[in-house]
Protein backbone atom coordinates (compact mmCIF):
# COMPACT_ATOMS: atom_id res chain seq x y z
CA UNK A 1 0.00 0.00 0.00
CA UNK A 2 1.20 3.49 -0.83
CA UNK A 3 2.72 5.46 1.77
CA UNK A 4 3.57 8.87 1.99
CA UNK A 5 5.79 10.80 4.20
CA UNK A 6 6.15 14.86 4.37
CA UNK A 7 9.58 16.25 5.33
CA UNK A 8 11.45 19.79 5.02
CA UNK A 9 8.57 21.99 6.83
CA UNK A 10 10.10 24.55 9.64
CA UNK A 11 10.43 28.17 11.02
CA UNK A 12 11.15 30.89 8.28
CA UNK A 13 10.65 34.75 7.96
CA UNK A 14 8.38 36.26 5.63
CA UNK A 15 10.03 36.43 2.03
CA UNK A 16 12.14 33.53 3.02
CA UNK A 17 11.84 30.10 1.21
CA UNK A 18 11.72 26.60 2.32
CA UNK A 19 11.45 23.22 -0.18
CA UNK A 20 9.01 20.32 1.01
CA UNK A 21 9.47 16.89 0.17
CA UNK A 22 6.46 13.99 -0.18
CA UNK A 23 8.42 10.58 -0.46
CA UNK A 24 6.63 7.74 -1.02
CA UNK A 25 6.83 3.82 -0.25
CA UNK A 26 5.19 0.47 -0.48
CA UNK A 27 4.72 1.66 -4.48
CA UNK A 28 5.69 3.81 -7.52
CA UNK A 29 4.68 7.34 -7.76
CA UNK A 30 4.78 7.60 -11.75
CA UNK A 31 0.98 6.13 -11.61
CA UNK A 32 0.15 8.90 -9.49
CA UNK A 33 -1.71 12.40 -9.07
CA UNK A 34 -0.63 14.11 -6.18
CA UNK A 35 -1.31 17.17 -4.64
CA UNK A 36 -0.45 19.41 -2.03
CA UNK A 37 -3.02 21.14 0.85
CA UNK A 38 -2.33 22.89 3.51
CA UNK A 39 -4.71 22.84 7.18
CA UNK A 40 -4.30 26.55 9.16
CA UNK A 41 -5.33 26.72 13.08
CA UNK A 42 -9.50 27.27 12.60
CA UNK A 43 -9.27 26.92 9.00
CA UNK A 44 -10.53 24.28 6.47
CA UNK A 45 -7.95 22.06 4.47
CA UNK A 46 -7.37 24.31 1.39
CA UNK A 47 -5.41 22.70 -1.83
CA UNK A 48 -2.17 24.38 -2.49
CA UNK A 49 -0.64 22.50 -6.14
CA UNK A 50 -1.21 19.16 -7.77
CA UNK A 51 0.33 17.44 -10.36
CA UNK A 52 -0.18 14.77 -13.09
CA UNK A 53 1.52 11.19 -12.75
CA UNK A 54 4.69 12.30 -15.44
CA UNK A 55 4.64 15.96 -14.03
CA UNK A 56 2.97 17.17 -17.75
CA UNK A 57 0.18 19.15 -15.95
CA UNK A 58 0.21 21.45 -13.07
CA UNK A 59 -2.18 23.54 -10.91
CA UNK A 60 -2.05 26.49 -8.60
CA UNK A 61 -4.09 27.79 -5.58
CA UNK A 62 -4.83 31.68 -6.67
CA UNK A 63 -3.14 32.46 -3.04
CA UNK A 64 0.33 30.71 -4.04
CA UNK A 65 0.58 31.28 -7.88
CA UNK A 66 3.81 32.73 -9.00
CA UNK A 67 5.38 32.26 -5.35
CA UNK A 68 5.11 27.98 -5.39
CA UNK A 69 6.39 25.16 -7.91
CA UNK A 70 5.46 21.74 -7.75
CA UNK A 71 8.27 18.98 -9.33
CA UNK A 72 8.08 15.30 -8.82
CA UNK A 73 11.33 13.19 -9.73
CA UNK A 74 9.78 9.81 -10.28
CA UNK A 75 13.06 7.84 -10.24
CA UNK A 76 13.34 8.71 -6.76
CA UNK A 77 9.67 8.24 -6.19
CA UNK A 78 9.29 12.32 -4.52
CA UNK A 79 7.01 14.77 -5.35
CA UNK A 80 8.72 18.64 -4.36
CA UNK A 81 6.56 21.61 -3.30
CA UNK A 82 8.97 24.75 -3.80
CA UNK A 83 7.81 27.74 -1.74
CA UNK A 84 9.19 31.18 -2.47
CA UNK A 85 8.72 34.71 -1.06
CA UNK A 86 6.82 33.18 2.04
CA UNK A 87 4.21 35.27 3.78
CA UNK A 88 2.64 35.02 7.44
CA UNK A 89 -0.56 33.40 6.05
CA UNK A 90 1.31 30.51 4.39
CA UNK A 91 1.62 29.34 7.75
CA UNK A 92 -0.09 25.58 7.87
CA UNK A 93 0.32 22.31 8.24
CA UNK A 94 1.03 20.88 4.70
CA UNK A 95 0.03 17.31 3.62
CA UNK A 96 0.45 15.81 0.52
CA UNK A 97 -2.14 13.46 -1.35
CA UNK A 98 -2.00 10.91 -3.42
CA UNK A 99 -5.22 9.77 -6.17
CA UNK A 100 -5.06 7.39 -9.36
CA UNK A 101 -6.34 10.10 -11.53
CA UNK A 102 -5.52 13.70 -12.44
CA UNK A 103 -8.16 16.05 -12.16
CA UNK A 104 -6.66 18.96 -12.21
CA UNK A 105 -8.37 20.04 -9.00
CA UNK A 106 -8.08 19.85 -5.18
CA UNK A 107 -11.04 18.00 -4.11
CA UNK A 108 -9.99 15.64 -1.35
CA UNK A 109 -12.03 12.45 -2.48
CA UNK A 110 -10.00 12.64 -5.59
CA UNK A 111 -7.00 11.74 -3.38
CA UNK A 112 -6.85 8.06 -1.71
CA UNK A 113 -3.25 8.21 0.32
CA UNK A 114 -2.30 11.17 2.42
CA UNK A 115 0.71 11.67 4.40
CA UNK A 116 0.81 13.04 7.94
CA UNK A 117 2.15 16.72 7.35
CA UNK A 118 4.97 18.77 8.06
CA UNK A 119 4.59 22.05 10.02
CA UNK A 120 5.13 25.34 8.41
CA UNK A 121 5.91 28.97 10.32
CA UNK A 122 6.23 31.72 8.40
CA UNK A 123 7.13 34.62 11.32
CA UNK A 124 9.62 37.24 12.04
Known amino acids: QLQLVESGGGLVQPGGSLRLSCAAS????????IGWFRQAPGKEREGVSC????????KYADSVKGRFTISRDNAKNTVYLQMNSLKSEDTAVYYC?????????????????WGQGTQVTVSS
Open 51 to 58: ISGRGRST
Open 97 to 113: AAGSVYYGDFKPARYDY
Open 26 to 33: GATLDYYA
